[in-house]
């Protein structure tokens, strides 16, 4: 139950952070409105190249099915004590309640580039994919472009 209310908190907070962070970087121009869709999941997600975590504090990443964006979530330091580095809580919304293919994107501001990530997710309504002890690794990011 826990689990469910710190989601639903992340669903208003991470765009508040993105719009305040936009405010200093010049992320990509991933927009999208949450209120259009019917369903909701719950992704927690590390980038990784390789063995190495590669995601840094203002990355974002973002959720999307057949080009449109359907998510999108800034990186969030986690706690030394549950493995540290940096995570991504992504909400991804739908209109179909199971099976569209997520793609996701990666945005590192520090060498201000976008990245394809290989992994892609089944959507399920209500699903919860990975927490910040055990989060779901998404590999090999190729340049877009």
């Known amino acids: 139950m826990q689990d469910i209310s710190l989601m ?15 405010l200093i970087a010049d992320p990509p121009d991933w927009n999208f409105d949450p209120l259009a ?7 927690t997600a590390q980038v990784y190249d ?16 057949e080009g449109e964006c359907v998510g999108l979530t800034e990186a969030i330091e986690v706690p030394t004590f549950f493995g540290g580095g940096y995570a991504f809580l992504v909400q991804i919304y739908s209109n179909e ?14 060498m201000d580039t976008v990245y394809n990530v ?4 089944p959507f399920e309504s209500d699903a919860i994919i990975g927490d910040v002890k055990a989060c ?7 340049l877009v472009g």
Do not use: C, W
Request: proline content about 3%.
């Open 8 to 22: 639903r908190l992340f669903q208003y907070i991470v765009p508040l952070t993105l719009l305040f962070s936009s």
């Open 37 to 43: 869709f019917e369903y909701t999941m719950a992704v």
């Open 50 to 65: 390789g063995n190495t975590e590669i995601s840094s504090s203002s990355d974002i990443l973002g959720a999307f099915h």
């Open 97 to 110: 309640s199971y099976g569209d293919e997520i793609e996701f994107q990666y945005y590192n501001i520090a």
């Open 118 to 121: 290989a992994e892609t997710i």
């Open 136 to 142: 779901q690794k998404m590999q090999q990011p190729v």
